[in-house]
């Protein structure tokens, strides 16, 4: 595996430095300041690598940009409205500017309005360490009572809708604005967090489109630019929904080993590529994640290694960021799996043998209490995930004694 490290650019708290001192080799990162669906320049482009490449002394770092994360898919192309053919026409640009750079994966996701969705951004552990949750009841709080939105209700089962009138009602204002900005935080390090007009004008334009209908546009999106990745050696690599269940009576298309089966058939190459997120993936019981690396990792061109703690074994509910070898996933079995398959993509002679990994997330602990990071995004709590799934990783890779 190559261990990468997630770096939002310049304005991110953890600097190149800090990166070459974690041990890792690879940079995720991503043009968040380009709005969806235009072009990315080469000009932009070389200057995010040259910042990965540079210490802050100006020597070289060493690293290198290894995995784009994201390049975002508009919503407008989700949708087949407004501009989605030129959006789509820019998507092809801007793989053709990334492979020229040298740049190989690509992480994007299909879900709608929201990428990943929490309702608390700093919950305490029991160890005084804090991490992300998502809360059901607190998320049906949100959505019944303070997004108001016409039918929610319906959408939960009477036991969630009564906790979440509770919570509503042990809220003050200033309780239910945090609610509100943790849920519609969006994506970190993009300009696009949303308020509630937003919300509300986003869900009103996805009323006539169900499941399958997502399902199709990502088929028609799929079918347009595989091909052209395809050509330029490049590997585009689906994230999972986060969580993996639909969310505000929004369809989501990719929360199961189904999903990814259907999606992977439909656009048979080996362009078309999954995000196996153990994190994401890992919040319903139903996904069995060393499984499903077994069955599809010759289609995984990207890692990012985490674990969760469920509340319950219900498919829809609620659960925390645990640590990384902790958690309901099994961690250790996913990296034996992850071993094998790497083993026989070298037997088979693929290139792309080592699959690039990034600990995804991470506790916030000692020196990163109180910093402010990025959700999910610690400096020293994301290094210690990422120091015991080395850990693992090197005993299974070591010559006598591992897989290899
Ligand atoms: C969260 C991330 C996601 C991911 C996107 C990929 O921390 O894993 O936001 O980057 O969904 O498109």
Redesign the pocket.
């Known amino acids: 595996m190559r261990q990468t490290w997630r770096w939002f650019g310049p304005k991110d708290l953890c600097s190149i430095d800090d990166i070459t001192q974690v041990g890792a080799t690879g940079v995720v990162s991503a043009l968040h300041h380009i709005p969806n669906g235009l072009v990315w320049s080469p000009g932009e482009i070389a200057q995010r690598r040259r910042e990965i490449g540079t210490r802050n002394d100006g020597s070289a770092s060493g690293l290198t940009w290894d995995v784009v ?2 390049l ?1 898919v508009s919503e407008d192309i989700k949708k087949q409205k407004n501009d989605w053919r030129e959006h789509i026409a820019n998507y092809k640009v801007s793989l053709r500017h990334l492979a020229e750079a040298g740049i190989e994966v690509i ?3 299909f ?1 709608p309005v929201l ?2 969705t929490r309702t608390d951004l700093r919950y305490t552990v029991a160890n005084g360490a804090s991490c992300m949750r998502f809360d059901i009841n607190d998320f049906a709080a949100f959505d019944i009572h303070v997004l108001e939105r016409p039918g929610a209700e319906a959408d939960y089962t009477n036991a969630i809708a009564e906790q979440a009138a509770r919570r509503f009602a042990g809220l003050d204002d200033a309780g239910r604005k945090q609610l509100a900005r943790n849920v519609t935080m969006g ?2 390090g993009s300009t696009e967090s949303m308020s509630l007009q937003d919300v509300r004008g986003h869900l009103a334009e996805y009323g006539d489109i169900n499941r399958d209908r997502l399902r199709a546009h990502f088929v028609d999106f799929l079918s347009e630019v595989v091909p052209v990745a395809e050509d330029l050696g490049l590997r585009l690599c689906c ?1 999972p929904d ?1 969580p993996p269940f639909a969310l505000l009576g929004l369809p989501r298309v990719m929360s199961t080993e189904a999903d990814y089966q259907y999606i992977l058939g439909a656009v048979d190459s080996p362009a078309n590529g999954m ?1 196996l ?1 153990s994190g ?1 993936l890992g919040a319903r019981p139903d996904n069995d994640l060393p499984g499903m690396m077994d069955r599809l990792g010759g289609r995984v061109h990207f890692l ?1 290694l985490r674990n969760v703690k469920r509340d319950s074994d219900d498919v829809v509910g609620s659960f925390f960021e645990a640590e990384h070898l902790d958690g309901d996933t099994d961690m250790v079995a996913l990296i034996a799996a992850i071993v094998r398959e790497e083993k026989r993509r070298r037997a088979e002679g693929r290139p792309d043998h080592s699959i690039p990994m990034r600990p ?2 991470g506790q916030d602990i000692l020196d990163d209490l109180g910093r402010r990071t990025q959700p ?1 995004y610690p400096t020293i709590g994301r290094m210690k995930g990422l120091a015991e799934l080395r850990g693992v990783m090197r005993a299974f890779e070591h010559a006598e004694l591992g897989i290899q």
Do not use: A, F, K
């Open positions: 994360e994201s975002p992480c994007y996701n879900m990428d990943w994506l970190p994230h986060d995000t997120c994401s990012h995804d997330h999910g």
